[in-house]
T-cell receptor, first 112, second 113 residues
Framework: QQQVKQSPQSLIVQKGGISIINCAYE??????FPWYQQFPGKGPALLIA?????SEKKEGRFTISFNKSAKQFSLHIMDSQPGDSATYFC???????????FGKGTLLTVNP | NAGVTQTPKFQVLKTGQSMTLQCAQD?????MSWYRQDPGMGLRLIHY???????DQGEVPNGYNVSRSTTEDFPLRLLSAAPSQTSVYFC????????????FGSGTRLTVV
C-alpha cells in the first residue's frame, strides 16, 4: 500500500520558470516530510525538510508548502535552472515508525 | 567524514552466482537500510537494521540476505543472482530517533546476465 503519492511522474519546465511537485499522504502520524534530489548516477541527497507545525519552509530557490488539513505537501523550485534537472522524491515518517516512506519520484527536466 | 560508502560501484554477475554488496557508514547511525531503484518503481526497501544484531525485512526481501555485526557495516548478500535482480542498489543510514533524513551512498549498479 503506497502511503505517499507523488505527482507528476515527469515535468518539463523552461529555464526561469517555476517547478511544482506535489505529494499526498494518508498516515496522520507522519510528522517529518523531507524532499530528496537525485542526479543521474548518484544517490539521493536530502534537499529540504519540513515539520507539520509550519506551513512553509524556504531555502534559497526551494520552498516546501505544507497543508495539514489536506494531507498534502509540495516542492516549489523558483527560477528553475538546467542544473536543477534531476529526480525528486518526497518522503514522510513519524509516530513510532522510524522508516521513511518514499513517493515514486518526479523526473524534472529544465530546458535552457 | 566519508558518510555512506558503497562498494563496488558496478558489477556484472552471471545467473546463479552469489555476491555481497558492501555498505559502511562512519556517522554512528543506528538505522541502516538497503533499497533497490528500478525505472518507474521508485525506491523499494529490501532490508533494514536498527542496530547491531537486529535486522528485518522490507517490501522486497526475497533473494537477499543481510546481517549487522557492527554499527558501521551492513552488507547485502545476493544468494543466487537472477536477471530480475538487475537494478541499482542504494544503502542509506540515519539516526533512529528524531527528525533526521537518510544519508544515501552513491549506489551499486548490478547487472545479472
Amino acid at each position: 500500500q503506497q502511503q505517499v503519492k507523488q505527482s507528476p511522474q515527469s515535468l518539463i519546465v523552461q529555464k526561469g520558470g517555476i517547478s511544482i511537485i506535489n505529494c499526498a499522504y494518508e498516515n496522520t502520524a507522519f510528522d517529518y516530510f523531507p524532499w530528496y534530489q537525485q542526479f543521474p548516477g548518484k544517490g539521493p541527497a536530502l534537499l529540504i525538510a519540513i515539520r507539520p507545525d509550519v506551513s512553509e519552509k524556504k531555502e534559497g530557490r526551494f520552498t516546501i508548502s505544507f497543508n495539514k488539513s489536506a494531507k498534502q505537501f509540495s516542492l516549489h523550485i523558483m527560477d528553475s535552472q538546467p542544473g536543477d534537472s534531476a529526480t525528486y522524491f518526497c518522503a514522510a515518517k513519524g509516530g513510532s515508525n522510524y522508516k521513511l516512506t518514499f513517493g515514486k519520484g518526479t523526473l524534472l527536466t529544465v530546458n535552457p | 567524514n566519508a558518510g555512506v560508502t558503497q562498494t563496488p560501484k558496478f558489477q556484472v554477475l552471471k545467473t546463479g552466482q552469489s555476491m555481497t554488496l558492501q555498505c559502511a557508514q562512519d556517522m554512528n547511525h543506528e538505522y541502516m537500510s538497503w533499497y533497490r531503484q528500478d525505472p518507474g518503481m521508485g525506491l523499494r526497501l529490501i532490508h533494514y537494521s536498527v542496530g547491531a544484531g537486529i535486522t528485518d525485512q522490507g517490501e522486497v526481501p526475497n533473494g537477499y540476505n543481510v546481517s549487522r555485526s557492527t554499527t558501521e557495516d551492513f552488507p547485502l548478500r545476493l544468494l543466487s543472482a537472477a536477471p530480475s535482480q538487475t537494478s541499482v542498489y542504494f544503502c542509506a543510514s540515519s539516526y533512529l530517533r528524531g527528525n533526521y533524513g537518510y544519508t544515501f551512498g552513491s549506489g551499486t549498479r548490478l547487472t545479472v546476465v
